[in-house]
């Protein structure tokens, strides 16, 4: 059994911390010391941990030389923070904020590109990337070879727990209103989201596109070891509070093998197959759930060399918190 580790999190007052704390007990990661760390005007609330109250302290006032391992749960801004300190002592770090270029911090997705940290010495430096690329490589992945991948196109539907509580508040707040037939006055939202669907997630650049439909393209180019691939990406704001689900259309320069497809889907490691006439949702079978749900498999209508999928994860357990525990599971043995 590998040896204790004293651990940091950073921002675990967030859904993301607060879940990644609930999966290192959960897996039993052979945690030491456990030291919970947020902002000032979270510093002093606590989290339970294995059926105790662990005190959230500032992140400012902190010691890195404490710990060996630290995740970076709270967003790029606290990342770019802290990371320096971090880095002073001696400490491996999982970012999963995507502050961190990737020429210092790879991306890794355990089931698609675990390869990447063969050879790497402690202290340890790598980044968990976002949701929607976790469940785009882990289902892409395992077909990678079966496909001869030319293009992408993702419709991504983002549940609003993936911009924080102050969200899911916002969305809670609103739906109240309305249902009791209250003026609506939008305050983290520009707009109403309750019961309403918005054309993008976050500011757009110059160009049009958003902040996270960029880092999903760069990071599955890097997670699928094919930077050429030619990925396009559509972020929508839906009313739901956990679990993400993406509409995905591949095109593949051969004729899509659909036998092969599910079958290669079937035996893939973290996927949940769904077959038939049936189809997976967030909130019937993803939230909770520690896999990536994939259904509604089928060619193009037009097309032969098209396959089209429907996915469905929850976005803050699997597709964040899960997937930086089992980065760390495999650092293991370097670290202790």
């Known amino acids: 059994m590998s040896q204790p580790i004293d651990i940091a999190v950073v921002g675990a007052t967030g859904t993301v911390g607060e879940t990644l704390v609930q999966i290192l007990e959960e897996c039993q990661f052979p945690v030491g010391a456990l030291h919970l760390l947020a902002s000032m005007e979270?510093?002093?609330?606590?989290?339970?941990?294995?059926?105790?109250?662990?005190?959230?302290?500032?992140?400012?006032?902190?010691d890195f030389s404490q710990v060996k391992l630290v995740f970076f749960a709270a967003g790029p801004a606290v990342t770019r923070s802290f990371v320096a300190r971090a880095q002073a002592a001696g400490c491996s770090i999982i970012d999963l904020s995507g502050a961190l270029p990737a020429d210092q911090a790879p991306a890794v997705v355990p089931e698609a590109n675990a390869a990447v940290l063969v050879g790497l010495k402690a202290p340890v430096q790598v980044h968990s990337p976002s949701s929607a690329a976790v469940a785009l490589a882990v289902t892409l992945a395992p077909l990678k070879h079966l496909l001869d991948l030319e293009r992408v196109h993702v419709t991504a539907c983002m549940a609003i727990s993936a911009q924080g509580r102050e969200a899911v508040g916002e969305l809670a707040r609103?739906?109240?209103?309305?249902?009791?037939?209250?003026?609506?006055?939008?305050?983290?939202?520009?707009?109403?989201?309750?019961?309403?669907?918005?054309?993008?997630?976050?500011?757009?650049?110059?160009?049009?596109?958003g902040v996270l439909e960029r880092r999903l393209v760069n990071e599955l180019r890097e997670l699928l070891g094919l930077p050429l691939l030619k990925i396009s990406v559509t972020c929508v704001q839906v009313p739901v509070f956990f679990g993400d689900s993406y509409s995905v259309s591949v095109h593949s320069r051969k004729a899509v093998d659909l036998a092969a497809v599910n079958a290669a889907l079937e035996a893939a490691e973290s996927v949940e197959l769904v077959d038939g006439d049936d189809y997976p949702t967030p909130v019937g079978d993803a939230v909770g759930q520690d896999v990536v749900y994939v259904g509604r498999v089928r060619s193009g209508i037009d097309e032969a060399e098209q396959l089209n999928l429907w996915l469905t994860t929850d976005n803050v357990r699997k597709g964040a918190a899960l997937n930086a525990v089992q980065v760390a599971q495999l650092l293991i043995k370097d670290l202790a």
């Open 42 to 62: 979270s510093a002093g609330s606590s989290v339970t941990y294995k059926g105790r109250n662990v005190r959230v302290r500032e992140v400012d006032a902190f």
């Open 174 to 209: 609103q739906t109240a209103e309305l249902l009791n037939a209250r003026p609506l006055e939008p305050r983290f939202f520009d707009r109403q989201v309750a019961f309403n669907v918005l054309a993008q997630v976050g500011a757009n650049d110059a160009e049009g596109h």
